[in-house]
């Protein structure tokens, strides 16, 4: 089964920009939509950007719309999320996610293998 390994969070001031990266280990993306979801303490766990397998579809959530990307490099089996114009309600932990089919869902219930998590600070 695949396993989602997420890497490039940190500390950053608002305005300021971060990509994050998740990488597949155990097998690859291929089939695979990917989501990017965020949880910040006492909240629950939202989503943020999907993408299918195919890369062509590609949707987000309304709060980040405009300031985010998502992206996949098939041949280097990694998902990119990048964050531009960062705020501080944007601070939570960012975690990745697979689904066994190639269409992207917003749910998190719809995503079968997640991984541990990188955490996103915006400082005011």
């Known amino acids: 089964q695949v396993q989602p390994v997420e890497s490039g969070g940190g500390l950053v001031q608002t305005g300021g920009s971060l990509r994050l990266s998740c990488a597949a280990s155990g097998r690859t993306f291929s089939g695979y939509a990917v989501g990017w979801f965020r949880q910040a303490p006492e909240k629950e766990r939202e989503f943020v950007a999907a993408?299918?397998?195919?890369?062509?579809?590609?949707s987000y959530a309304d709060s980040v719309k405009g300031r985010f990307t998502i992206s996949r490099d098939n041949a280097k089996n990694t998902v990119y999320l990048e964050m531009n114009s960062l705020k501080p309600e944007d601070t939570a932990g960012y975690y990745c996610?697979?689904?066994?089919?190639?269409?992207?869902?917003?749910?998190?219930?719809?995503?079968?293998?997640w991984g541990q998590g990188t955490q996103v600070t915006v400082s005011s």
């Open positions: 996610a697979a689904r066994g089919d190639a269409a992207a869902r917003s749910r998190p219930n719809d995503y079968d293998y």
């Open positions: 993408i299918s397998a195919s890369g062509r579809i590609k």
